[in-house]
C-alpha cells in the first residue's frame, strides 16, 4: 500500500474503532491494525509517530480524553464516562483527564472553554525533495550479525537508544578498542567483529516493543556471554547517506524517509520489519562525521 495511504487508512481504522467502543485503551491490537494496512507494526509505529508527532497509543489516549470531556458536557455522570472508557475507577479517570485538559471533570462542566479539543488527524505532506535525497538501491546476500541486544518500547526509541549506545560505549566499546590487546572474551569479540558498526532495529511482530542490537558482522567462532546473533535475510536495500553529528543527524534523515522519501516514492515500499544504522568510523560528534540508514525495501 502506497506510504501516505497507509497512514491515513491506520487513522480511519483507529477511529473506526474509537466510535465503536469508546473504551479501547492503549494495549489494543496494533499488530492487527499493521496487518490490516499491510505493512510492519515496527515501521507503522515508527512512521505514524514521525508523521504525526504522536505514537498510536498517544494518538488513541488523546482522542478517547476528548470524547470522554463531550460526553461529560453532555450531562453524563463522571462516574459512568470512566466506566465507559475503560477507566477502573473515577479517580484514575480524573487523574488522566486533567492531564489532558488542565481541569478536572467537575470544573469542566463549570467552565467549557476550557475543553482541549483533540480531532481526528488528517494527513497532508508537501514533497520537499524526496527523491533527490542521497541514497543507492543496493542487493546483500543473508549475512549474521553479532553484538549487545536491549528491548525497547517504540515511542521510547529515540530517547533511550542513545543512552543505550553510552552505556554499552563506556563499559565494552571503548576499553576494546583503547587496549594494547582485548582482556576478555567480550573484547576479543568487539574487536574480530567490528561491533559498533551497525545498530539494528528488529520487528519481532511484538505491538509495543522492538529489539535494538550494537552490532558487527559476525566473522564465526565462540559467541560470548552477553552477546547474541541475529540473521539478516538476503533482501534489497535503500541505503541512505547522513552527514553531521549524532544521534541528531540520523535521527533527521529518519524523519525525512517517513516524511519525503516514502510519501514521495513510486517505485519502492518497505520490505520487512527491520532497518539498520550503519556507523563509519571517525568522530561521530563532528560535522563532517558520515553514517547511514538501510532500509528493506521491495518493488511496487
Not at 504525526?52 to 489516549?61: D, H, K, P, Q, W
Not at 476528548?66 to 453532555?74: E, N, P, Q, V
Not at 578498542?177 to 539494528?200: L, T
Not at 517517513?258 to 561521530?284: K, R, V
Request: proline share 4%; with cysteine.
Amino acid at each position: 500500500m502506497e506510504w501516505l495511504s497507509c497512514i491515513r487508512k491506520t487513522i480511519d481504522i483507529l477511529e473506526e474503532q474509537l466510535l465503536e467502543c469508546a473504551g479501547l485503551d492503549d494495549d489494543f491490537d496494533i499488530g492487527k491494525v499493521a496487518r490490516e494496512v499491510g505493512v510492519s507494526a515496527f515501521y507503522l509505529q515508527k512512521g505514524f509517530a514521525i508523521m504525526t508527532g504522536f505514537s498510536i497509543a498517544e494518538y488513541v489516549r488523546n482522542r478517547r480524553l476528548y470524547l470522554a470531556a463531550l460526553d461529560i458536557l453532555s450531562g453524563r455522570k463522571v462516574i459512568d464516562v470512566a466506566l465507559d472508557f475503560g477507566y477502573d475507577t473515577p479517580d484514575s479517570f480524573t487523574k488522566a483527564f486533567s492531564r489532558f485538559h488542565g481541569v478536572t471533570p467537575m470544573q469542566l462542566k463549570n467552565e467549557p472553554h476550557r475543553l482541549n479539543t483533540f480531532l481526528p488527524l488528517k494527513i497532508n505532506i508537501t514533497i520537499q525533495g524526496g527523491n533527490k535525497m542521497d541514497y543507492i538501491i543496493e542487493e546483500s546476500a543473508e549475512f549474521t550479525v553479532i553484538g549487545f541486544e536491549r528491548e525497547f518500547a517504540f515511542d521510547q526509541g529515540y530517547e533511550k537508544v542513545p543512552k543505550f549506545w553510552n552505556e554499552i560505549n563506556e563499559k565494552h566499546l571503548a576499553k576494546a578498542w583503547q587496549n594494547s590487546r582485548p582482556e576478555n572474551a567480550v573484547e576479543e569479540a568487539v574487536i574480530k567483529n567490528h561491533i559498533g558498526m551497525f545498530g539494528v532495529c528488529i520487528d519481532d511482530d511484538n505491538s509495543k516493543t522492538f529489539r535494538y542490537m550494537i552490532a558487527g558482522k559476525y566473522e564465526g567462532g565462540k559467541v560470548p556471554e552477553g552477546l547474541s546473533l541475529y540473521k539478516v535475510p538476503k533482501t534489497t536495500w535503500a541505503k541512505f547517506l547522513s552527514k553531521g553529528p549524532l544521534p541528531g543527524a540520523l535521527q533527521s534523515l529518519n524523519t525525512k524517509i517517513f516524511n519525503e522519501w516514502l510519501p514521495g516514492n513510486t517505485e519502492w515500499e518497505i520490505a520487512m520489519g527491520m532497518n539498520i544504522e550503519y556507523y563509519m568510523d571517525g568522530d561521530s560528534s563532528s560535522a563532517d562525521y558520515e553514517s547511514a540508514i538501510w532500509i528493506p525495501v521491495k518493488r511496487k
